[in-house]
């Protein structure tokens, strides 16, 4: 069985300061990572994934993160956060076989002026 | 290339009533999954279909049920609605076979569906 665990629910920071958003899965096989922002009253947006290769991947508009097998974590970093950044993130997995996404309980980001 | 679509966006039903969400894929997509995301919560899994087929199912009671079309769009339907089926709703299509492994999904808006 795959599961997600969002160890933060809530994390406030200030403008341009740096951001952390830890993630921790548990699966007994190879897995597929992902994290999605979703807005309010909106639905969920792809930010980024690791599939397979590199292990730190990265987006477009600043954000990384890096896949770390033996610590099974897939944290989401941005090292300079903006207003337009508040949104609540969401960590999934999908297992090898597995048809479907297993998501944490989210993080709310609250970028503070 | 068109993106996901869900109508509609919002939705009130009484309690034992019954409801159809609606969902077209993305163009190219063959593969549509359902969520539920309850208020403050992650999105749950509640089943995928494939080639109109459902292809698997997460911890859901029968009386959530589904349908895929030859195009690919997709409904939901939920009968006996009882309050805590109040949620957001979400479509996410994806591409499945000929081999391919960790394709994204992606998510429509979603139907904000209350229960009184």
């Known amino acids: 069985a795959q599961s997600v665990t969002q160890l933060d629910s809530q994390v406030p920071v200030f403008e341009e300061a740096p951001v952390e958003l830890r993630c921790n899965y548990s699966?007994?096989?190879?897995?597929?990572l992902f994290w999605y922002v979703q807005y309010p009253n909106q639905g969920l947006q792809l930010l980024l994934k690791?599939?397979?290769?590199?292990?730190l991947v990265e987006s477009i508009n600043g954000f990384e993160a890096e896949f770390n097998k033996s610590q099974t974590s897939f944290h989401l970093r941005k090292p300079s956060v903006h207003i337009s950044d508040t949104a609540e993130y969401f960590c999934a997995v999908r297992s090898g076989s597995a048809r479907q996404l297993t998501f944490g309980s989210g993080t709310q980001l609250t970028v503070l002026p | 290339e068109t993106g996901v679509t869900q109508s509609p966006t919002h939705l009130i039903k009484t309690r034992g009533q019954q409801v159809t969400l609606r969902c077209s894929s993305q163009?190219?997509?063959?593969?549509v999954s359902w969520y539920q995301q309850a208020l403050g919560q992650g999105p749950q899994f509640i089943f995928q279909?494939?080639?109109?087929?459902?292809?698997g199912r997460g911890n859901f009671p029968p009386r959530f049920s589904g349908l895929q079309f030859p195009n690919y769009s997709s409904e939901l339907n939920v009968n006996a609605l009882e309050l805590d089926d109040s949620a957001l709703y979400l479509c996410?299509?994806?591409?499945?076979?000929?081999?391919?492994?960790?394709?994204?999904?992606?998510f429509g808006q979603g139907t904000r569906l209350t229960v009184v």
């Open positions: 996410a299509s994806s591409l499945s076979g000929q081999g391919r492994k960790g394709t994204e999904a992606f």
């Open positions: 279909y494939y080639r109109e087929e459902e292809n």
């Open positions: 163009s190219g997509h063959n593969t």
């Open positions: 690791y599939l397979s290769g590199s292990t």
């Open positions: 699966s007994s096989v190879s897995v597929y």
